[in-house]
């Protein structure tokens, strides 16, 4: 594959861009996580979401652990070049550490945060005792 699709995107200061994981059958936003050029090549490259760990500072593909990985169906780059779009098939209907289907499980209201989405797999099934 050739890599200059990676010349297009706009990669901030600290060579990141947002990426964001929409699942492919229902169209749910499942989370936002950062991408450095190797996160993207590796994606496009094994058809696999891959990301950059901040916390963690390294490489990371998403389901090494818990083995809820996200197939990637389509890669797409926005208007401005400095943010991705991942068309998902997540593995096993949960892309949260929290054992829940999606990130975005809180909702404001009232001025409160409010979870709304149920925990699919307790975390510790899920990732053991670390």
């Not at 699709?5 to 936002?32: C, I, K, M, N, Y």
């Amino acid at each position: 594959m050739n890599a200059s699709f990676l010349d297009a995107v706009r990669w901030s200061a600290d060579g990141l861009v947002p990426a964001v994981a929409q699942e492919a059958g229902s169209g749910r936003v499942l989370t936002l996580a950062w991408m450095n050029r190797d996160a993207l090549a590796a994606t496009a490259r094994s058809g696999v979401a891959h990301y950059w760990s901040r916390s963690r500072a390294r490489l990371w593909r998403k389901g090494e652990s818990s083995g809820h990985e996200q197939r990637v169906r389509e890669i797409r780059l926005d208007c401005d070049d400095d943010a991705i779009l991942l068309v998902v098939e997540q593995a096993g209907g949960i892309a949260c550490h929290t054992g829940r289907e999606r990130c975005f499980y809180k909702l404001l209201e009232d001025g409160r945060w409010r979870a709304t989405d149920p925990v699919l797999k307790d975390p510790q099934v899920i990732y053991g005792g670390r």
